[in-house]
């Protein structure tokens, strides 16, 4: 088992920042690439950005690029999300997901992951 603890989100003016983290807890952090993904009411859960076990490759969806950037630190057992020039687009509940042997390919699906943390809501108001 894995845990997953986020926090960071907060309520924010467009074009602020924000940092969220997300602290694992349970089998070696290393073994797994971390994403983070956001949901809305009644949308479905997006992939925002993922980044693999070592942290060598990492990818965003379209309309984060230049903005966002995902990191980790696996002696701390975390991932980062900077998220900057933030947009009302951008609100969300925000979530941290670990996949343990999957393919990078499929980085961006859900069903990829095979844990979640709870989440933490970012508003970004105008």
């Known amino acids: 088992q894995v845990q997953l603890v986020e926090s960071g989100g907060g309520l924010v003016q467009a074009g602020g920042s924000l940092r969220l983290s997300c602290a694992a807890s349970g089998r070696p952090f290393s073994r797994f690439a971390m994403a983070w993904f956001r949901q809305n009411p009644g949308k479905e859960r997006e992939f925002v950005g993922g980044?693999?076990?070592?942290?060598?490759?990492?990818d965003y969806v379209d309309s984060v690029k230049g903005r966002f950037t995902i990191s980790r630190d696996n002696a701390k057992n975390t991932v980062y999300l900077q998220m900057n020039s933030l947009k009302p687009d951008d609100t969300g509940l925000y979530y941290c997901?670990?996949?343990?042997?999957?393919?990078?390919?499929?980085?961006?699906?859900?069903?990829?992951?095979?844990?979640w943390g709870q989440g933490t809501q970012v508003t970004v108001s105008s």
């Open positions: 980044i693999s076990r070592g942290g060598g490759s990492t």
């Open positions: 997901a670990a996949a343990y042997g999957s393919s990078w390919d499929t980085r961006a699906r859900v069903s990829a992951y095979d844990y």
